[in-house]
């Protein structure tokens, strides 16, 4: 059910301008997605909860799209966003900051045409809570259950997917085990071996600690510095304190086992079994990967549609960034590619 054909070209940009190369239609190829100045208005955005079961463990979804769906109507492109280490789905990808402008990533998609779903991974948000860690392998256990629902209630088999940060790295290994659930696929601020970061360095002190606890600290102070520990003034901090207010209504806990997955089991994503249209995106002062790195993974990618693309402005929280709407830009000029005349 994956077609992987390869077309020997890369595209590598940098900066705010997506020029694509090699584009590659694929089997559930969306409809062409709203310009800018067709956005739906925010009042016709609907929105829906679901839950889907790994064994005992209940799992929080969320879906935004334009209007309620109906009974027989074609199924929207699908956009799956799958949340990092530190802060839970709907803070993440569907935040309001009242007088700051627009930052729900969910609601930017929507009004591209997209049906946006997004989930509370074990030990986050509204899901489950568990003795367990939460780690990468746990996060695709996660999202093998929650995919099925979306599948199931939207009628398309394969997705595209974002994650961010250690999502990225869950949404990774997802592709690997789950290729015929996959159409495009983002990684945002990923790691691959985690090489001279200087974030990894920095977090791999405490390692002890993650393999003896399963919970740590995720206090106000800990959401602030995800940006400011890289290039401060990256982000308002008005609008980061409203992530903390959002995300602190679950506590003050998250689990250890991405920050030890990070800081001891990299690599956890082979590139060579990863067969679809790969997006790699990344802040200019991220601290989490080294361009090296990063490169080291995107040269092994099989597809011949991939691009890796460097955010100007911009560090760790693309999320939340000042430059955010370049994030936007980026990632749905990759899922909306024309056809491809050769391949």
């Not at 309001?96 to 030990?123: I, L, Q």
């Not at 999502?167 to 601020?189: C, T, W």
Request: charged share 20%; proline share 7%.
């Amino acid at each position: 059910m994956s077609d992987t054909d390869h077309i020997a070209r890369r595209t590598i940009i940098k900066g705010a301008g997506l020029g694509i190369g090699a584009g590659l239609v694929s089997q559930l190829a969306p409809p062409p997605a709203l310009a800018q100045g067709e956005a739906k208005a925010a009042a016709d955005i609907w929105s829906g909860e679901y839950w889907a079961n790994k064994g005992d463990v209940k799992l929080y979804l969320f879906r935004k799209r334009a209007g309620a769906p109906k009974p027989g109507e074609p199924p929207l492109p699908v956009f799956f966003l799958v949340h990092g280490s530190s802060i839970s789905a709907r803070p993440s990808f569907d935040l309001t900051v009242p007088g700051k402008g627009d930052y729900s990533t969910m609601d930017a998609f929507v009004r591209w045409g997209f049906d946006v779903w997004t989930m509370d991974h074990e030990n986050y948000g509204r899901s489950s809570r568990t003795s367990g860690n939460s780690d990468i392998a746990s996060g695709v256990e996660d999202l093998k259950a929650g995919v099925e629902v979306v599948v199931r209630e939207t009628g398309r088999q394969k997705l595209n997917f974002m994650g961010e940060s250690s999502g990225a790295i869950r949404a990774g290994a997802y592709a690997m085990v789950r290729p015929e659930r996959v159409d495009r696929l983002v990684l945002s601020a990923f790691t691959y071996k985690g090489e001279n970061s200087p974030t990894l360095a920095k977090r791999a002190e405490q390692l002890a600690y993650f393999r003896t606890h399963n919970t740590r600290l995720r206090d106000r102070a800990m959401i602030l510095g995800i940006a400011t520990r890289d290039k401060p003034g990256t982000s308002d901090m008005a609008v980061m304190n409203a992530l903390a207010d959002a995300e602190l209504k679950f506590g003050d806990q998250a689990p250890t086992g991405t920050y030890l997955d990070m800081t001891a089991n990299l690599p956890l994503v082979d590139p060579k079994k990863v067969p679809c249209p790969v997006l790699m995106i990344r802040g200019e002062h991220d601290g989490i990967s080294t361009i090296d790195d990063l490169w080291a993974f995107y040269k092994e990618l099989p597809h011949g549609d991939r691009q890796f693309v460097i955010l100007p402005g911009t560090a760790h929280s693309l999320l939340w960034a000042a430059n955010r709407q370049l994030f936007w830009h980026a990632m749905h000029g990759f899922l909306t590619p024309p056809p491809a005349v050769v391949t």
